[in-house]
């Protein structure tokens, strides 16, 4: 009674107010009236005024994050194209179509799906394959057909990637990337990003050489770019120069020192300042006509019908798209995860196969090459201020502007452009080179693996150069399972038992392994 009486004393109870609350209860109607029009008013809040507009939380900075965003697409969608061997409008297509699907699907806040260099050459690489594949096939009589552009080979590729990564979430394989390790994605990225960069030299020194595919073929195009020097145009030779030199300069000088000094925030989009300099350039100097220098051509206006891909091509193009589904699959979740990481949200790894997988077979019904998470372009993305995936919204009207009306003021810029910014580009991944040294200082087994990733895919080739790399990482997780390390630790007793007549010493082993059947015995024999 006393506990009763104290809880009375402290919070009085108002008894008249209930009563009248009860007497003056309201309708069931009225009151899901009254919740419809307060959840209407607060989404209804930002488009009141425009001061109300501008202070909504994550309005303001997904709109700066994604223009920022947006402006970087442009000219890593239409340079990666070339990697790709498709047509630069393409790149277009390919940086706006599937980040506007992953949005949909998607649950991480910043990755910025798109144009990314390694899987952009492994479809490069992959198109070639194809193309020899039916070529083979057309020979052989077994298979007849119209030829089909590159553009519908890349098509069926971005397909058949969404069809292995949707199976992927289907069945539950999204721990399959745990397997890759930092130390072979790390390898893997630097050896392709040198692949990358011979791929650029001949448009760099505007001389042609032939395709080269299969083992050591980087060999062979190297040789051939040596013989060909010679051939190199100085009008080439100088614009390359250039723009090497401008895309250089600024982003290592006049970036940090106009950050410094003026304190701004949003990173400069060289890129795109050079592209312009370079069409305006190309125009006025008519350098297509007068110097035979090579430039983006002949853009198509207006947003592209969607279409089904060539099912033909299903076959020749599934077992091709298996290594660009992999690394594009173990390069966005591994980002996402250190994103949501520092961020301190949660992803789904299930849900994001979904989402990479709705966003390729969607994107496929468009004239796009296969996309992923770009690593520089993610990190604009985040430092820009974006905060949530509305940030797309803005980058897919900034690219469908161009799509739409601005896409003739390209067609004047040089190829050469193009390769120095993927050049320039290739910085960020060539920099991984020094994560060797901190791989030798935590484990020389890591260590050894980046090198083996990086030497494999370098001498012998973009995929098989992956598929090595993979089997040599999982041999060597299984030879550290099977032959663990032993260690003994000894601590004599200071005091003396009573049944010895010396001091008692206490032995501790440390086995550094579970306990299974395939080291048992290694367990057995160091007892």
């Known amino acids: 009674m006393d506990r009763v009486g104290e809880a009375s004393t402290s919070t009085p109870i108002d008894i008249p107010a209930i009563q ?4 003056q209860k309201k309708p069931a109607k009225q009151i899901v009236r009254e919740s419809v029009r307060k959840i209407g008013a607060h989404y209804a809040y930002p488009f009141r005024s425009a001061s109300n507009f501008w202070q909504t939380k994550d309005l303001l900075p997904d709109m700066i994050g994604g223009v920022t965003t947006g402006v970087m697409h442009v000219p890593q969608g239409i340079a990666y194209s070339v990697l790709a061997g498709v047509p630069p409008v393409n790149g277009l297509y390919s940086s706006c179509f599937p980040d506007f699907f992953y949005m949909v699907f998607g649950t991480s806040r910043h990755a910025s799906i798109g144009s990314f260099a390694v899987v952009a050459l492994l479809a490069g690489v ?24 590159p553009v519908e080979i890349a098509m069926t590729l971005t397909l058949c990637v969404g069809i292995i990564q949707l199976l992927c979430g289907l069945l539950h394989l999204q721990f399959l990337t745990n397997y890759f390790s930092d130390a072979l994605v790390s390898g893997f990225t630097t050896g392709a990003a040198a692949h990358v960069l011979i791929e650029q030299f001949d448009d760099l020194l505007g001389v042609k050489i032939p ?8 060999f062979k195009k190297l040789f051939a770019l040596m013989v060909r020097i010679p051939e190199a145009k100085p009008i080439i030779l100088i614009v390359s120069a250039l723009s090497l030199a401008f895309l250089y300069i600024g982003k290592e000088y006049l970036t940090p020192f106009l950050k410094k000094r003026f304190g701004l925030k949003l990173p400069i989009p060289w890129e795109l300042i050079l592209m312009a300099i370079g069409s305006a350039s190309s125009y006025l100097m008519s350098m297509s006509q007068r110097y035979g220098v090579p430039v983006v051509q002949h853009i198509p206006i207006g947003v592209p019908e969607p279409s089904l891909p060539i099912l033909d091509l299903i076959p020749a193009c599934l077992v091709a798209a298996l290594p660009i589904a992999v690394v594009a699959t173990a390069v966005h979740i591994s980002m996402a ?21 709705f966003t390729s077979i969607l994107g496929g019904l468009f004239p796009v090459y296969p996309v992923s998470t770009a690593l520089g372009r993610t990190m604009v993305n985040v430092s820009s201020g974006s905060r949530t995936q509305l940030s797309t919204v803005f980058s897919c009207v900034l690219l469908l502007t161009l799509i739409l009306w601005l896409g003739v003021l390209i067609e004047p810029l040089p190829m050469c452009i193009l390769a120095a910014i993927i050049t320039v580009a290739l910085k960020g991944m060539f920099q991984k080179w020094d994560e060797l040294n901190a791989f030798w200082t935590v484990s020389k087994i890591d260590a050894f693996v980046w090198v083996f990733s990086f030497v494999c895919t370098l001498c012998v080739d973009v995929v098989w150069g992956l598929a090595a790399s993979i089997a040599f990482s999982l041999a060597i997780l299984v030879a550290r399972l099977q032959w663990p390390r032993w260690q003994h630790f000894f601590q004599p007793s200071l005091g003396k038992p009573a049944t010895f007549d010396g001091p008692l010493s206490i032995c501790v082993h440390k086995f550094n392994a579970p306990l299974v059947f395939a080291n048992v015995e290694r367990q057995v024999q160091n007892k």
Do not use: H
């Open 126 to 149: 992959a198109n070639t394959n194809v193309q020899e594949i039916l070529r083979m096939r057309e020979q052989n009589g077994s298979f007849s057909a119209d030829p089909y552009s």
């Open 211 to 218: 395709k080269y595919s299969g083992p050591g073929y980087i």
């Open 337 to 357: 995860k250190m994103l949501a990481k520092q961020y301190n949200y949660k992803i789904d790894d299930q849900q994001e196969l979904y989402a990479l997988g």
């Open 20 to 23: 009248a609350g009860i007497d």
